[in-house]
């Protein structure tokens, strides 16, 4: 534990004095200093009877205390130096010898061959000053340590927070450095704890948002963001969810309902009914009780919920997405540890399902792994399997030991039939394996800022889908501690009413139904102009979103000359799209291509094939033995430029 003495302490004064006092005398100089004084003393005088002092300092001859005589006051006058000694012996004081010896003390040396025998220099006391020098720079070195030492009295310990605590290992660590290098993290003022955390980029789909907004061309559009906009563009409030809300309030009004906090698990009769709207009346496992649910932030956080599952349940395990999905998928997984990896999906030679890369990429799996599926309206392609590759790709999960884990966003959004969107589901949940399945009403009921959704876990039985719930709350109360009740009980009655359900399943194909229309009008004017390629995928691909096929750089020419803005992928979000701009979307879409012909150029320069840059080919330019030649050219510029 990180603790702080505290300096408001009632003692803390006199504690630090003592504390002082202590460290001075256990100071190695000091006590170096005084040795050498003592022995300086000593050496330099010699007392009575002190044959000690005699093996210190050697008494030399009677001729030779006779040049020391006449030399050391020369010396000392020489250097403006009283003559008297340092340490003069007081008067009276007799010390055993010659008579010379116990004469009377004579002040002076001059003249004084006993006095100057008192007196003598010897090599030995080099030793105090020696002593003396390495005491100081063994204390130097000590005040150099970071180690503090510690008050003799346990003054009573102060909780410090994690961050500042780090500081303050941060700053310990750094105190032998230079003092204006030292970076005292807690402290400072003019360096941020913050300084070094790099700039994230922006979202890549909430960024265009963004740009679509800070533009002021009457001509632009907002194909980017996944939301339902009107005929007018204009975001639209279902007629049921309105309905809900005037419900809502009446049972408020009438003390039914409040604002406390929900459950930590949310609604009960909001997430059965969106289990039973996806898994349908007869469905087995929700016979049998084995089906875990809880209410969650939407399709985001039930995603995040589902990794933590797997990250605490299924250590080791790793998710495999498909190429390409979401790109909210690659971001949510690793959070909780879960490893990221792909498979295969996209076919861009025929902007649609590699379903034989698919099959393979899936008997290639470890037993045990996660594999996502987008239930319906694949993000961002539009591309979906049939029922019999569904069916195909069930036995293979099943075979291998995978575990599903599906992620349903437009149930009745894709082709206005909820029970055809559902169909995948239902089929897997019949299979008796154990599977993740992820539900959000932003886009089907408009509750895109409602943050409504549930996360739904078949397991073996009713053991299982018991404990594994009881794990789950606590994931919830660590991250949000309950979720949200407005979007919850709007959908909790719309759900539950069959009138109103029926009502808002009408209004769900109102909005599909659209989507489809402008499909058809986009694909219509494409091949209206002209525009060079081929436009099927425009009205096979299903629900809100469109891959085009546009490179970015011809993505670039959208959006800076037309003021048409959509992801960097050439994904176009259908629901944004009005009748009135079909025509000039398509004749943007055409000069794009034209302006940025990858493709064309690929074939003409690395394999000669000359064409126009809108993509014509003359046929009767074509000769039987170049057909492969020329296909493989093509396969090979398209991957080059999908």
């Known amino acids: 534990m990180n603790a702080l003495h505290s300096t408001t302490h009632p003692n803390y004064q006199s504690v630090q004095q003592t504390t002082d006092a202590q460290r001075m005398w256990s100071s190695p100089a000091l006590v170096g200093a005084l040795v050498g004084c003592v022995l300086v003393a000593v050496a330099a005088y010699h007392g009575p009877g002190t044959s000690a002092i005699e093996a210190f300092v050697t008494t030399p001859s009677v001729s030779a205390a006779s040049k020391v005589s006449h030399r050391i006051p020369l010396q000392r006058k020489a250097h403006g130096i009283s003559s008297t000694p340092v340490f003069p012996r007081p008067h009276g004081v007799r010390q055993s010898g010659t008579a010379a010896d116990n004469a009377p003390h004579t002040p002076e040396i001059a003249g004084n061959p006993a006095a100057a025998s008192r007196f003598q220099w010897s090599p030995l006391l080099a030793i105090p000053v020696i002593i003396g020098a390495v005491a100081y720079v063994v204390s130097r070195a000590m005040r150099q340590t970071p180690t503090q030492p510690a008050l003799k009295y346990s003054l009573k310990p102060i909780e410090v927070p994690s961050s500042v605590a780090v500081a303050m290992a941060g700053w310990t660590s750094e105190k032998s450095q230079s003092r204006k290098d030292m970076k005292l993290c807690a402290t400072t003022t003019d360096q941020s704890l913050f300084e070094d955390v790099a700039m994230a980029p922006p979202d890549p789909i909430l960024g265009v948002t963004q740009a679509f907004k800070a533009c002021e061309s009457p001509d632009k559009l907002n194909l980017g963001v996944g939301a339902y906009r009107s005929e007018e563009g204009k975001p639209w409030v279902l007629p049921t969810v309105k309905a809900a809300e005037a419900k809502l309030l009446e049972l408020q009004e009438a003390g039914a309902i409040n604002k406390e906090y929900l459950p930590i698990d949310g609604i009960p009769e909001f997430y059965s009914a969106a289990l039973k709207l996806m898994l349908g009346d007869d469905c087995t496992p929700l016979k049998e009780g084995r089906v875990c649910s809880v209410q969650c932030l939407s399709g985001t956080g039930g995603l995040r919920l589902a990794a933590a599952c797997i990250g605490q349940f299924q250590k080791g395990a790793s998710i495999y997405v498909p190429n390409p999905t979401w790109g909210n998928h690659n971001k949510i997984f690793p959070r909780e540890g879960v490893p990221v990896k792909s498979y295969t999906y996209y076919k861009p030679e025929t902007c649609g399902l590699d379903f034989e890369g698919m099959c393979a990429d899936l008997n290639a799996m470890p037993s045990g792994s996660v594999v996502l599926l987008h239930a319906c309206a694949h993000n961002p392609t539009g591309v979906d399997p049939t029922e019999e590759q569904w069916a195909e790709i069930a036995s293979i999960v099943k075979k291998r030991g995978l575990v599903p884990l599906i992620d349903s966003a437009y149930q009745g959004f894709a082709s206005g039939d909820f029970d055809k969107d559902a169909w995948a589901c239902r089929y897997f949940a019949e299979q008796g394996m154990e599977l993740y399945l992820v539900q959000s009403f932003a886009k089907n009921m408009g509750l895109y800022g409602e943050r409504t959704g549930v996360l739904s876990i078949i397991c073996q039985d009713q053991d299982n889908a018991a404990r594994l719930k009881s794990q789950i709350k606590p994931f919830i109360r660590t991250m949000y501690s309950s979720p949200p009740q407005h979007g919850a009980r709007i959908a909790e009655l719309i759900l539950n009413d069959p009138q109103q359900l029926e009502a808002w399943k009408a209004e769900v194909k109102v909005m599909a139904d ?61 629901a944004g799209l009005r009748e009135e701009k079909c025509k000039y979307l398509a004749d943007a879409m055409k000069d794009a291509i034209l302006t940025h012909p990858e493709q064309v150029d690929v074939l003409t320069q690395k394999y000669s094939i000359f064409l126009t840059k809108d993509g014509r080919i003359s046929m009767a330019g074509l000769r039987e033995e170049k057909c492969k030649y020329l296909a493989d050219a093509m396969k090979d510029a398209i991957l080059t430029h999908p």
């Open 514 to 574: 659209r989507i489809i229309k402008m499909r058809q009008l986009l694909y219509q004017e494409l091949k209206a102009n002209e525009c060079p390629g081929e436009w099927e995928h425009v009205i096979n691909q299903i629900g809100m979103f469109t891959f085009t096929g546009l490179t970015p750089e011809q993505v670039d020419v959208l959006t800076q000359k037309y003021s048409i803005f959509l992801t960097k992928d050439g994904r176009i979000s259908m």
